[in-house]
């Protein structure tokens, strides 16, 4: 069954983040758009190059009213931990979730129940809760933040101009489509 259209699913978790350990529930991901990014472990070899390029793009993301949260199932403390240990983590200023219930990535449907971590898996929720795009990914490829900066537009275009929809590679203030039966056999 797909997640796209279905709202979040109530979760409880704790996170680290500036310092600080903060509590997180689906609430956190209403009344904005949000990004939720799972990755499979802390202290692994690609996560800490997805989670750093994410962070280059979070000022812009943060400018068209995303928030960012990163999931995996350790433990807000292991978060901290790699953080403070490595220089790549070291930069990351949005939401590290702790999951080691395995909740949210259950909630999620990418738990791989046999390792018991999250597969790489990218979400766009809308304010109202809704997920509006998923991307899941094998275990050693890497996911590029700014490919995300686009999704985001198009989501925001859409929910925006209802009637209207983005084809592929849509950059904001390129043509988009009116689906019509005057454009049936014509694109």
């Known amino acids: 069954m797909s997640l796209i259209?279905?709202?979040?699913?109530?979760?409880?978790a704790k996170a680290y983040q500036n310092g600080e350990f903060i509590d997180v529930t689906e609430e956190n991901l209403k009344g904005h758009w949000s990004v939720v990014c799972f990755?499979?472990?802390?202290?692994?070899?690609?996560?800490?190059?997805?989670?750093?390029?994410?962070?280059?793009?979070?000022?812009?993301l943060q400018s068209l009213g995303v928030e960012v949260f990163s999931v995996s199932t350790d433990t807000h403390f292991v978060h901290k931990g790699w953080h403070d240990s490595s220089e790549k983590i070291g930069k990351i200023t949005y939401a590290m979730i702790g999951d080691p219930s395995q909740t949210i990535s259950r909630?999620?449907?990418?738990?791989?129940e046999e390792s018991g971590l999250a597969d790489r898996g990218?979400?766009?929720?809308?304010?109202?809760?809704?997920?509006?795009?998923?991307?899941?990914?094998?275990?050693?490829?890497?996911?590029?933040?700014?490919?995300l900066v686009d999704k985001i537009k198009a989501a925001q275009y859409v929910r925006n101009n209802p009637g209207e929809v983005c084809p592929a590679k849509w950059q904001e203030g390129s043509e988009t489509l009116k689906p019509s039966l005057d454009l049936v056999g014509k694109i």
């Open 39 to 60: 990755y499979p472990a802390d202290f692994s070899f690609v996560c800490p190059t997805e989670l750093e390029d994410l962070q280059k793009e979070y000022e812009t």
């Open 5 to 12: 259209g279905s709202e979040v699913k109530p979760f409880s």
């Open 122 to 147: 990218t979400f766009i929720i809308d304010p109202d809760g809704v997920i509006q795009t998923v991307e899941i990914n094998a275990d050693g490829i890497g996911r590029d933040a700014s490919i």
């Open 107 to 112: 909630n999620f449907e990418v738990l791989n």
